[in-house]
């Protein structure tokens, strides 16, 4: 595909460098011909120096040969204008990065009257996967599907936990638990396994289910299931404040650390059920002085991913509180899942997943649609939703008689609102939703999960 990026900032480069991992013809436009060429040095892109919001510059970029347009400026308003731009001189579709919280209520009112086809907030993404880790605590990341009705919760085996020896195939039998152990990541490796693969202490696991069945199984091998009860977050912006907006409504107390005093009054009148500390949350006296050895969760949401880290290392050494830590940049992460972090986010990576989802549905419609896109295990793995439509070979056959690549799991079927792990005589019909997990597969439809 053809695909126009608007703006050379962190959000943009991310996007940029995951399309064009993917294949795809890349143009970037801003504004700053320097920017343009130090941050894209290397990558296999072109570029146009120009204002995003003006029709020449989109015309002289190619717009009339453009599939798909995508702004992420910083300024909301002037993404909203250059895909309304785009949409009338190229007819492509189009995304826009919108960020600010008067928005937020009216992404479908933009999209719908401007003729935008997907609005993506950055920091409302992040929010939410902040939210969902404190809401169960044990988790080190939760990856959600078919409308929330389904996740995959990721938790890292401890030396005392009763899962440690467990063969997978004594789960339904011996334990009775309707989960399925979908990946594990042990020493930088990410394994699809089978009934035979025994977990081992140290084993980062994702397991499939309902909320209610992962509940289940958590409760039946002992781990903690009660969501935070009271949250610091240190960094008050628009994450922080999203995130404080949600925790508050699920009933958290929630402390939010923010050293910039015009800020801390915006806080303070717009979360009047929030405690708001104008001070340095970096600083262990001031975490000391606000109680972190009573909370019990943490969320390092600085602008400085630094400070973050730093700040979490910190606060586990003070305490064993349930800690989340903020990364924007992912040139390190390898080096940063190591040390030993409980949950660490990127937002850049949430939004360039999310675009990718919808870039690849875009481009692959033969057999079923990608409805759900997400990297797991460090980019080593990807989680799938498709739903199968009629063109797809897949259909009636059972599971246990197809030939299908190695390092591929079909996880769970939602048929008719039901949600089925599957077993060898179980069939994928017209009509369904299936969760494929996957490891270096190159799987565009459905049907690619077959040798």
Known sequence: MKIIVVGCGKVGIAIVEQLVSEGHTITVIDVNKEKLNSKLNGLDVLTYCGDGCSSSTLVGAGINQTDLFIATMDSDEMNLLSCVIAKKKGNCKTIARVRNPIYNTESEFLMKELDINMVVNPELMTAYEFARIFKFPYASQIDTFLGDRVEMVHFKIKPDSSLRGTKLMDMRSKHNCNVLISMVERNDEVYIPD?????EEGDVVGA????REIYAFFKKFGFATKKASNVIIVGGGKTGFYLARNLIASGVSIKIIENNKERCDFLAENLPD????????????????????NAAGLAALTSIDEENILLSLNAMSLTDVKTATKVSRTNFEEVINRM?????IF???LVSD???????????????NIEYFRRLG????????????????????PLAELKMKKG???????????NIIPSGSDTLEVGDRVIVIHTKVDIKNIDDVLE
């Open 274 to 293: 929030a405690d708001i500390i104008c001070a340095d949350g970096t600083a262990k006296e001031i975490l000391l002085e606000e109680g972190i050895e």
């Open 378 to 397: 460090g980019g080593k793995a990807e989680a799938l939703t498709f739903r199968i439509n009629e063109n797809a070979l897949i259909t009636g056959i």
């Open 408 to 418: 591929v799991l079909i996880c769970i079927i939602s048929r008719k609102g039901k």
């Open 354 to 368: 999310r675009i990718l989802s919808y870039v690849r549905s875009l481009q692959y419609t033969m057999g079923s």
């Open 208 to 211: 499939v289910g309902t909320m």
């Open 195 to 199: 009934g035979h693969f025994v977990l």
């Open 347 to 349: 937002p850049n990576k």
């Open 340 to 344: 030993n972090l409980d949950t660490i």
